[in-house]
């Protein structure tokens, strides 16, 4: 009965753990996400702007914090964002004020 038990534990951890998002996947998903964001929205895809990386931090079980690497007329822009994930889903959004290096682009073009 004792070795039944810890079989079962072991089975109920492995299940668990088979169930997450492993965090190489969910940065490689939300570099994927984040480029068809920027290629779609119209107040991005005039910019020819490219990601290069996504790195995340573990926070909490659920929750990271991480920064995204764009590429932009050959200069890199870390952009902060925040995730939240379950065990098969997740959320990404960037902080406030993280594109504001395109409102400096956007005046550029206007003087040209």
């Given amino acids: 009965m004792k070795y039944r038990t810890i079989i079962i534990f072991l089975g ?4 668990l753990f088979s169930c997450t998002i492993s965090k190489a996947v969910l ?7 984040f480029q068809t964001k920027i290629n779609t929205d119209a107040a991005f895809k005039d910019f020819n702007i490219k990601v290069q990386k996504v790195g995340l931090i573990k926070i909490e079980p659920n929750f990271y ?10 200069v890199k822009y870390n952009i902060p964002i925040t995730v939240k994930t379950d065990s098969s889903t997740y ?9 504001k290096f395109l409102e400096q682009k956007r005046l550029e073009r206007l003087r040209h």
Avoid: H, P, Q
């Fill in 12 to 15: 109920i951890i492995i299940t």
């Fill in 27 to 33: 940065e490689d998903n939300i570099m994927e996400s």
């Fill in 65 to 74: 914090e991480g920064i995204v690497t764009v590429l932009m007329d050959d």
């Fill in 91 to 99: 959320t990404w959004e960037t902080k406030e004020g993280a594109f």
